[in-house]
Structure formats: C-alpha cells, structure tokens
C-alpha cells in the first residue's frame, strides 16, 4: 500500500521517562501496551521545545522554533509554513483534526481539510510573554501550583469534557470513513488535552492506582538555592512562595496524572476498537507534545530540559516495519519527514530547510548520529535557551546562565553538572561547538524580543473596541446530515451502512 491511511494519537504533557519500552509496566494501559507491542519504539524521544504551542507548530512542521516563530504559547503559527497536512493533502490525502493543536492566529487549519472539535486553549496573543520585563508573574494565565494542592477526584472537569468530546468524534469520523464516500486515503489526528494538569481524575481510574509504588517521585523536592539558574526562575513564574506543598499533595497528583493516563488508555482503546471493527487498516503513530516533571527535584509541568520534561513518547505500527526498541535519540520534528517517507510524498521542494529527519532507517534497525536540538524562549526565560542531545550526553546553554553538561547514562536524573569537569574538557568543547555553528543566541534573543513588543501592541489593540475572535468553530451541516428531503431514503440508507447490506 503505497498511500496507506494514517492515525495520529496526540496527548498532551506525558512525561517519556514513563515510557522505557511502551507504556511502564506499573502502568495500567492495556491499550497502549497492545499498540507498543506491535509498534517501534523510540525510548530517548524529545519535544523540539517543552511548552504547547511551540511543540506542537514543530511537531507538525519539522522545524525548530527559531525558524517556525512559535516561541511561546501566544505566537503565531505562520499560515506559509507547510505541515504534514499541508504535505499530505497536497499529495491527495483528506486530513482532519479531532482536538487540541494550541494554533495561535487566524489560521486555525494549517493543512487540515476539516476540524471536528473547537481548541482548548485561546488562538490569540493574550499570553504572551516579555522579556523586557524579567521577574514579572502574569497571574491570570501562568500556571502556578494550584494544580497541585488542588489534585483528586472528579467526575468531569473542563478538560475531561474536552477530550471526551475529542474521543467521541475521532470515533464518529472512523465509522465515517469507512462508509467509502471518499476515494481518498486519509490521516487523522486526534489530539487529546490529559494528562495535563490539573491533576484531577474519574474515581473509575483514581481507584486503580491506590496502591501504586511510584506516588513521590525518584528525586525528592531540592531547597531552592540548590537549583539551577532556570529552574528557580520556574519556581518563580509557578508562584512557589504562596503554596505550601505537602507529601500528601505530591501523592495526590501523581496519582491524578497516572490515573489520566488510563482515562486516555481507555479513549484510545475506543478509537483503535473502531478502527478494527471498520476493516480499516492504518499506519498509527503515539506521541506527546512535551512532558511533566510531576514533582521530581521539586519542578511541576515542563518549560525546563530535564527528561521529565523534554522526553516524550513515540510509536509507531506500520505494514512492513518489525516491532523494535530504538535507542538513538531522535524528536517528534522527525515526525513530519516520516509521514511523508510513508506516503511515499517528495519534501524535495522544502528539503533545504526542513530540520527533522525520516524515521524509517532507524525504524528498519538504522542508526542515527545527527545531534537531537531543543529549544526554550517562553514564560521563566528572560533569554532563549538551547540543548543538544547526542550519544549518552545533553548540552544546555543560554546566554544568562552557565553551561550544563550531563551523561545520561550514568547520571539519568542528571544531578552532576559535568560542564567544568577537566575530563569531559572534549565532550564540552565539541558541545559548544556544535551549539554556536547551529544558534546566533543573540539573533535569537532580538527575534524572541520583536515579536513579543509586535504582538503586545496588536493585542491590546484588536481588545479596544469589537473584538471578532479567532478561536475555531466546527461547521456542522444540519441540513446535510441523517435524513432530509433533497435526499433518496433508499440511496442514503444503503451509502451509510457499513458493510454495505445486500
């Protein structure tokens, strides 16, 4: 099958470290664990940038946040920069997206034919950050750690009804397409908002994990003055000072954020079930936008390189490709060239620019030495911040900090700065290399700076007087749905049916 369909399963903020060789075995995710046993996995996978909307325009792109100028959770997604949608659409494909994709701007489809669901969070510039203005807390929308003393149980919640609704049409169009209406092959994503804090999950999925082992995390809460330069300026930006966070909140939460991840099992395993039980074959690909420290040195959410943060999962079941476990790093900007390799689609027009790279040598027992890059230039940076993932080491830099070096092979939680260590002096400076021929820092730092004060002004000018939003709202055809009377009941029955009836 030269144009096989595709199913993309995106959650959101699930933290890679989970996902040694699929789903951890603690885990209760029998869906996912069935998908992973027939998927590659790609255990050292990482975010292009750990925040929502910068994650995911690189995800979609296969570029980096200094060329796509998503920095943050409130910038533009530019309508001429070609997705895997755009790739696959124009290529013949009919592409639809159910949920979440944190677009900001007027374009609200980016390639995707149709949209199923409205997004969770604001497409406009609201939530920008401002460099010029270090130490400043933008309360009504930075996260804080509410999230955490405010973990347990509840029946539905804002984001519950969000992905539940996300589910229920992924599973619709699913039975959809296989009423054959349209010759095309298709590729759907579905883009789930758990388990993203708040910490609070249905009783049904608290009670499985009452007597889990992995409530507090492997690295305890640090005092403060022992962190990093950035992860204090986290603390910071989360408002740590007015919250007194407790054992027992710690358990709570982790126990909320396992809990989603079975909710988000069962979703899956109801759209993986139609998928079977519609005879529709597919290649289908698992992946988060980014991770979650969930509590480890004291750090909640992402916004910072440590694995919790930056790793996330990624797997992929295709025809003609073995289950396997890959080891090299790689990231979900590889995402977009894959889709296109297995469609058999040319980048060639874009190649010279496009920063990911096909996953399918790596997936067929291929290696990989090209250096993984992750960026960071929103809320608790006052500068953009750069890493370079490569063989068992990480590099950090940012101009306002000194240097990180960690080997994560023998340092997996990453507690031993190595950067000053004379016998890594090499390993440091081939680092450092790499890290000035691939970043201008201080280009970086203007670009970040001028769109933040352009859209600070277009902000607060389009909020005086008639405000028209941009957020996305799903065209549903009533007069083009069940029975109306331009119709022929006897054609409609019979087109809708799946298996088609004698």
Same mark, same amino acid.
Request: glycine share 6%.
């Given at each position: 099958?030269?144009?096989?369909?595709?199913?993309?399963?995106?959650?959101?903020?699930?933290?890679?470290?989970?996902?040694?060789?699929?789903?951890?075995?603690?885990?209760?995710? @029998?869906?996912?664990?069935?998908?992973?046993?027939?998927?590659?996995?790609?255990?050292? #996978?990482?975010?292009?940038?750990?925040? #929502?909307?910068?994650?995911?325009?690189?995800?979609?792109?296969?570029?980096?946040?200094?060329?796509?100028?998503?920095?943050?959770?409130?910038?533009?997604?530019?309508?001429?920069?070609?997705?895997?949608?755009?790739?696959?659409?124009?290529? &013949?494909?009919?592409?639809?997206?159910?949920?979440?994709?944190?677009?900001?701007?007027?374009?609200?489809?980016?390639?995707?034919?149709?949209?199923l669901t409205t997004d969770i969070y604001p497409p406009d510039f609201g939530w920008t950050p401002d460099y010029r203005k270090p130490g400043e807390r933008i309360d009504w929308w930075y996260h804080n750690m509410g999230s955490v003393t405010g973990a347990g149980v509840a029946e539905i919640t804002n984001q519950m009804e969000y992905d539940d609704e996300v589910a229920y049409e992924a599973v619709r169009k699913i039975y959809d397409l296989s009423r054959g209406h349209d010759p095309r092959p298709w590729c759907l994503t579905v883009s789930f908002t758990h388990p993203h804090d708040p910490y609070v999950a249905r009783k049904k999925y608290w009670d499985l994990y009452e007597d889990c082992d992995h409530l507090l995390p492997e690295i305890p809460a640090m005092d403060y003055n022992a962190h990093d330069a950035h992860s204090k300026r986290i603390f910071d930006a989360n408002d740590w000072r007015n919250f007194d966070i407790t054992e027992d909140d710690i358990k709570r939460s982790r126990r909320a954020y396992f809990a989603n991840i079975s909710y988000l099992d069962d979703k899956i395993g109801e759209i993986l079930e139609t998928l079977e039980t519609t005879r529709q074959e597919a290649v289908i690909l698992f992946v988060s936008d980014h991770g979650d420290m969930l509590g480890e040195r004291g750090l909640?959410?992402?916004?910072?390189?440590?694995?919790?943060?930056?790793?996330? @999962?990624?797997?992929?079941?295709? /025809? &003609?490709?073995?289950?396997?476990?890959?080891?090299?790093?790689?990231?979900?900007?590889?995402? #977009?060239?894959?889709? #296109?390799?297995?469609?058999?689609? /040319?980048?060639?027009?874009?190649?010279?620019?496009?920063q990911g790279e096909t996953l399918l040598p790596l997936s067929h027992g291929g290696s990989r030495t090209t250096p993984v890059a992750i960026e960071y230039a929103a809320e608790a940076s006052y500068a953009p911040m750069v890493s370079l993932r490569s063989g068992p080491y990480k590099f950090n830099r940012c101009a306002l900090d000194p240097d990180q070096l960690f080997d994560l092979e023998n340092d997996p939680h990453e507690l031993v700065n190595l950067i000053d260590d004379p016998e890594f002096d090499d390993i440091r400076a081939e680092f450092s290399a790499l890290s000035d021929a691939k970043w201008d820092l201080a280009r970086f730092d203007d670009e970040v700076r001028r769109s933040q004060a352009r859209r600070w002004i277009v902000y607060e000018a389009l909020r005086n007087g008639e405000y028209y939003p941009w957020d996305y709202q799903p065209l549903k055809k009533a007069s083009e749905r069940f029975m109306r009377n331009h119709m022929d009941l006897n054609v409609l029955e019979k087109s809708q049916r799946f298996p088609r009836g004698e």
């Amino acid at each position: 099958m030269t144009t096989p369909n595709i199913l993309i399963l995106m959650v959101d903020q699930l933290n890679g470290t989970l996902f040694p060789d699929g789903p951890a075995k603690w885990l209760h995710a @029998p869906n996912l664990k069935k998908l992973a046993a027939r998927s590659v996995r790609f255990q050292n #996978c990482y975010t292009a940038s750990p925040l #929502c909307a910068p994650g995911r325009a690189s995800f979609m792109s296969g570029q980096l946040p200094s060329v796509t100028g998503v920095y943050d959770n409130a910038a533009e997604f530019p309508s001429s920069l070609p997705t895997y949608a755009h790739h696959l659409r124009r290529a &013949g494909y009919q592409t639809a997206l159910s949920g979440k994709m944190h677009f900001v701007g007027p374009d609200q489809l980016h390639g995707f034919e149709e949209r199923l669901t409205t997004d969770i969070y604001p497409p406009d510039f609201g939530w920008t950050p401002d460099y010029r203005k270090p130490g400043e807390r933008i309360d009504w929308w930075y996260h804080n750690m509410g999230s955490v003393t405010g973990a347990g149980v509840a029946e539905i919640t804002n984001q519950m009804e969000y992905d539940d609704e996300v589910a229920y049409e992924a599973v619709r169009k699913i039975y959809d397409l296989s009423r054959g209406h349209d010759p095309r092959p298709w590729c759907l994503t579905v883009s789930f908002t758990h388990p993203h804090d708040p910490y609070v999950a249905r009783k049904k999925y608290w009670d499985l994990y009452e007597d889990c082992d992995h409530l507090l995390p492997e690295i305890p809460a640090m005092d403060y003055n022992a962190h990093d330069a950035h992860s204090k300026r986290i603390f910071d930006a989360n408002d740590w000072r007015n919250f007194d966070i407790t054992e027992d909140d710690i358990k709570r939460s982790r126990r909320a954020y396992f809990a989603n991840i079975s909710y988000l099992d069962d979703k899956i395993g109801e759209i993986l079930e139609t998928l079977e039980t519609t005879r529709q074959e597919a290649v289908i690909l698992f992946v988060s936008d980014h991770g979650d420290m969930l509590g480890e040195r004291g750090l909640w959410f992402k916004m910072s390189f440590y694995e919790g943060s930056s790793r996330v @999962p990624l797997m992929m079941s295709a /025809s &003609g490709i073995e289950p396997r476990l890959v080891t090299d790093p790689v990231s979900n900007i590889d995402v #977009c060239p894959t889709l #296109c390799d297995i469609a058999g689609i /040319s980048m060639q027009d874009v190649a010279p620019w496009t920063q990911g790279e096909t996953l399918l040598p790596l997936s067929h027992g291929g290696s990989r030495t090209t250096p993984v890059a992750i960026e960071y230039a929103a809320e608790a940076s006052y500068a953009p911040m750069v890493s370079l993932r490569s063989g068992p080491y990480k590099f950090n830099r940012c101009a306002l900090d000194p240097d990180q070096l960690f080997d994560l092979e023998n340092d997996p939680h990453e507690l031993v700065n190595l950067i000053d260590d004379p016998e890594f002096d090499d390993i440091r400076a081939e680092f450092s290399a790499l890290s000035d021929a691939k970043w201008d820092l201080a280009r970086f730092d203007d670009e970040v700076r001028r769109s933040q004060a352009r859209r600070w002004i277009v902000y607060e000018a389009l909020r005086n007087g008639e405000y028209y939003p941009w957020d996305y709202q799903p065209l549903k055809k009533a007069s083009e749905r069940f029975m109306r009377n331009h119709m022929d009941l006897n054609v409609l029955e019979k087109s809708q049916r799946f298996p088609r009836g004698e």
